[in-house]
C-alpha cells in the first residue's frame, strides 16, 4: 500500500526500480491470492508506473495484473491498470482479446456477486475508453444489450452507474462502427435513472450519446416517458448544474435528431428550456455560463423543430430569445447585428 501511495508521486518516485519491484508484486500475490488489498495496491502500482515504464514489458507484471483485474478482487484499480497497461503497451489490447479477457468480463457482468459484477463493469469501461479493440468487442458481443438488461434487474447503484458509463464510452468511442442498439435501451436508462436518483446525470449524458449515433426516428432511442423525465430536471429547482447540463443536452441532441411525438412535446420543450435559460442569464441570479450555453443549444434545437407547426410565443418570450442569443451567439459586429442575423 505504501509503494501504491508513493508510485504515484512523479516528483520523488524512482520508477527505475520497477524492474525490482515487479518480482516483489509477483510474490506476494503468490503468497496471498485471496487477499483483494493487496491486488488493489498492485494494481493501483501498476497503474501509476506503466507509463514510465518505457516500453519495456519486462519492469511491469502484465500477466498479473491480468490475472487480477479478471478475478474481481482488485475493483476499480483492475481496470485502472488494465488501461493503463493497453496505453503503454499497445499490445496488450490485442492480448486482452486473443486470452478471452473481455469475453470473461462481459460474462462478470451477469455474475451471481455484485462485486464482481461491478467490478467487470469498471474495467470494461477503462479498457474501452484506452482501446478501439476492446470497444468493438464489447459490441460484437453484445455488451450493450447485457448492460441494458443489467440496468433493469440490478439492486446497485454503484454497478448501474458503471453500466451507463459503458454505455456511454461505447457509443461515444469516434469509432466507425455500425452499431446495433438494443431495442429497450433507453427504457433500462430511464428505469435505472428513477431507482438511483444519484446516477441522473450519467444516465442524461448517455441519452444524448445514444441520440447523437442513432438516426432520425431509430425506435431504440425513443420511449413513453422520455421527455417528460428530462423536462422534470430542467424544471426542478434541486437539480444541479452538473445536471442541468447533462438533461439540456440530452434534450438538444433529441430535438436535433428525433421527431416530436406532439406540439405539445415541442411546446413543453421549447418552455423548459427557455426557463433555465432565463434563470441563468444573469438577470434574477447568478450567471452561469455552461449550463446557459447547454440549455440555449437545446432552446435553439427545439426553435427549429418547431418552426413549421409553431407554438404561441408571448412577445416578452421573443425578447428574452434574442437577450440569450446575444449572450452565447459570437456575432462580428463590424460586419453583422445580431438583429440582422435573426431577421
Same mark, same amino acid.
Given at each position: 500500500?505504501?509503494?501504491?501511495?508513493?508510485?504515484?508521486?512523479?516528483?520523488?518516485?524512482?520508477?527505475?526500480?520497477?524492474?525490482?519491484?515487479?518480482?516483489?508484486?509477483?510474490?506476494?500475490?503468490?503468497?496471498?491470492?485471496?487477499?483483494?488489498?493487496?491486488?488493489?495496491?498492485?494494481?493501483?502500482?501498476?497503474?501509476?508506473?506503466?507509463?514510465?515504464?518505457?516500453?519495456?514489458?519486462?519492469?511491469?507484471?502484465?500477466?498479473?495484473?491480468?490475472?487480477?483485474?479478471?478475478?474481481?478482487?482488485?475493483?476499480?484499480?483492475?481496470?485502472?491498470?488494465?488501461?493503463?497497461?493497453?496505453?503503454?503497451?499497445?499490445?496488450?489490447?490485442?492480448?486482452?482479446?486473443?486470452?478471452?479477457?473481455?469475453?470473461?468480463?462481459?460474462?462478470?457482468?451477469?455474475?451471481?456477486?455484485?462485486?464482481?459484477?461491478?467490478?467487470?463493469?469498471?474495467?470494461?469501461?477503462?479498457?474501452?475508453?484506452?482501446?478501439? +479493440?476492446?470497444?468493438? &468487442?464489447? /459490441?460484437? %458481443?453484445? *455488451? $450493450?444489450?447485457?448492460?441494458?438488461?443489467?440496468?433493469?434487474?440490478? !439492486? #446497485?447503484?454503484?454497478?448501474?452507474?458503471?453500466?451507463?458509463?459503458?454505455?456511454?464510452?461505447?457509443?461515444?468511442?469516434?469509432?466507425?462502427?455500425?452499431?446495433?442498439?438494443?431495442?429497450?435501451?433507453?427504457?433500462?436508462?430511464?428505469?435505472?435513472?428513477?431507482?438511483?436518483?444519484?446516477?441522473?446525470?450519467?444516465?442524461?449524458?448517455?441519452?444524448?450519446?445514444?441520440?447523437?449515433?442513432? +438516426?432520425?426516428?431509430? &425506435?431504440? /432511442?425513443? %420511449?413513453? *416517458? $422520455?421527455?417528460?423525465?428530462?423536462?422534470?430536471?430542467?424544471?426542478? !429547482? #434541486?437539480?444541479?448544474?452538473?445536471?442541468?447540463?447533462?438533461?439540456?443536452?440530452?434534450?438538444?441532441?433529441?430535438?436535433?435528431?428525433?421527431?416530436?411525438?406532439?406540439?405539445?412535446?415541442?411546446?413543453?420543450?421549447?418552455?423548459?428550456?427557455?426557463?433555465?435559460?432565463?434563470?441563468?442569464?444573469?438577470?434574477?441570479?447568478?450567471?452561469?455560463?455552461?449550463?446557459?450555453?447547454?440549455?440555449?443549444?437545446?432552446?435553439?434545437?427545439?426553435?427549429?423543430?418547431?418552426?413549421?407547426?409553431?407554438?404561441?410565443?408571448?412577445?416578452?418570450?421573443?425578447?428574452?430569445?434574442?437577450?440569450?442569443?446575444?449572450?452565447?451567439?459570437?456575432?462580428?459586429?463590424?460586419?453583422?447585428?445580431?438583429?440582422?442575423?435573426?431577421?
Amino acid at each position: 500500500t505504501l509503494l501504491w501511495t508513493l508510485s504515484a508521486d512523479e516528483s520523488s518516485f524512482d520508477y527505475s526500480m520497477l524492474k525490482d519491484i515487479k518480482p516483489a508484486l509477483e510474490n506476494a500475490a503468490r503468497e496471498h491470492p485471496t487477499s483483494k488489498a493487496l491486488s488493489q495496491a498492485i494494481c493501483g502500482i501498476v497503474n501509476n508506473s506503466a507509463t514510465h515504464a518505457q516500453g519495456a514489458t519486462n519492469a511491469v507484471p502484465i500477466d498479473l495484473v491480468l490475472k487480477l483485474a479478471t478475478s474481481g478482487d482488485a475493483g476499480p484499480q483492475g481496470g485502472k491498470a488494465l488501461s493503463a497497461l493497453c496505453t503503454a503497451f499497445p499490445d496488450v489490447s490485442t492480448r486482452v482479446i486473443q486470452s478471452g479477457i473481455c469475453d470473461r468480463l462481459l460474462e462478470g457482468l451477469c455474475d451471481s456477486s455484485v462485486d464482481v459484477q461491478t467490478a467487470s463493469a469498471t474495467t470494461l469501461v477503462s479498457l474501452s475508453q484506452s482501446s478501439d +479493440v476492446a470497444r468493438n &468487442k464489447v /459490441v460484437d %458481443a453484445g *455488451g $450493450l444489450a447485457t448492460a441494458s438488461a443489467a440496468l433493469f434487474t440490478t !439492486a #446497485s447503484e454503484a454497478f448501474a452507474k458503471e453500466l451507463l458509463l459503458l454505455v456511454n464510452v461505447v457509443v461515444s468511442g469516434g469509432s466507425k462502427k455500425v452499431i446495433q442498439l438494443p431495442e429497450e435501451i433507453i427504457v433500462s436508462i430511464l428505469h435505472a435513472a428513477n431507482v438511483f436518483p444519484q446516477v441522473k446525470a450519467t444516465a442524461c449524458m448517455a441519452i444524448r450519446n445514444l441520440m447523437l449515433v442513432t +438516426v432520425p426516428g431509430f &425506435k431504440s /432511442v425513443t %420511449a413513453d *416517458g $422520455l421527455v417528460d423525465f428530462l423536462v422534470g430536471i430542467l424544471d426542478s !429547482a #434541486s437539480s444541479s448544474e452538473d445536471l442541468l447540463m447533462e438533461a439540456s443536452g440530452a434534450l438538444w441532441s433529441y430535438s436535433a435528431k428525433q421527431p416530436l411525438a406532439s406540439p405539445t412535446v415541442g411546446a413543453n420543450i421549447f418552455r423548459s428550456t427557455l426557463g433555465v435559460c432565463a434563470r441563468h442569464k444573469g438577470d434574477t441570479g447568478p450567471f452561469n455560463g455552461p449550463v446557459l450555453a447547454e440549455a440555449a443549444g437545446a432552446l435553439a434545437a427545439i426553435l427549429h423543430c418547431i418552426r413549421e407547426d409553431p407554438v404561441p410565443i408571448p412577445d416578452n418570450d421573443i425578447d428574452l430569445i434574442i437577450s440569450i442569443l446575444d449572450i452565447v451567439i459570437e456575432v462580428d459586429v463590424e460586419n453583422v447585428t445580431l438583429m440582422d442575423r435573426l431577421l
